[in-house]
């Protein structure tokens, strides 16, 4: 595939990281940016919003409909949607449709693209492979304060429980489905960010994917 700037596939679980790494890594970059997970939240919410079962129904109709407000939505990242979009994800009939779509969104300008499979299927010749990763524990708690929740609520372990039960659940069922599973790709690199904060993850992928560009040019 010719193309004439770079795609960065970053790849990993929910709440490691990934996605505000892409985008302040698309902004530093100068590269447009695709959160990948949205579009099968998107596809998720608009079914459930149809009354649509996503573990019986396809939503193939569903995904290639979506137009960009479908990602502005304020209600993607709920419970609902994650257990939908979990389910979601299995669809092949989705799943071609928004393979079609993010290639298209990446083929002439290049882009940073998170997701889970964007190293392996997605571009698996794409120019630079990042995987983040932290432990469920810590994914938790950032989801946890992402949602919202108080350091001092006295029901904070339960819910940071709850939801790290739910990360691995989820985590399970991604990196078993038959069709583009979750996993780091060969030639990746994998960034854990248990002990980083932003900047620092910021900065390691910044070396790592610069170091890589340079390499192409020699």
Not at 16 to 22: D, E, M, Q, V, Y
Not at 61 to 85: E, G, N, Q
Not at 113 to 126: C, H
Not at 185 to 207: F, H, Q, S
């Amino acid at each position: 595939m010719t193309r004439s700037a770079p795609v960065i596939a970053v790849d990993g679980p929910a709440a490691a990281g990934k996605g505000t790494l892409s985008k302040r890594l698309a902004e530093v970059l100068g590269l447009p940016h695709l959160d990948t997970g949205l579009l099968y939240r998107a596809v998720a919410r608009r079914m459930l919003d149809a009354a649509m079962d996503p573990a019986c129904s396809s939503g193939e109709t569903v995904a290639r409909a979506l137009v960009p407000d479908d990602l502005k939505r304020t209600d993607l990242r709920t419970p609902d949607v994650d257990a939908a979009a979990s389910l979601v994800a299995r669809d092949q009939g989705v799943r071609q449709a928004l393979v079609d779509m993010q290639r298209l969104f990446a083929r002439a300008q290049g882009a940073v693209l998170d997701g889970r499979d964007i190293g392996t299927v997605i571009f698996p010749d794409a120019d630079v492979k990042l995987y983040i990763t932290a432990s469920a524990r810590t994914r938790a708690v950032r989801r946890y304060m992402q949602n919202g929740g108080s350091e001092t609520a006295p029901d904070r372990e339960a819910h940071i429980c709850e939801i790290e039960q739910a990360l691995i659940a989820r985590d399970h069922a991604d990196s078993t489905r038959a069709s583009a599973p979750l996993r780091m790709a060969d030639d990746a690199v994998k960034i854990e960010t248990d002990a980083l904060n932003a900047a620092e993850v910021l900065a390691e992928a910044l070396r790592i994917t610069k170091a890589a560009l340079e390499r192409q040019k020699a």
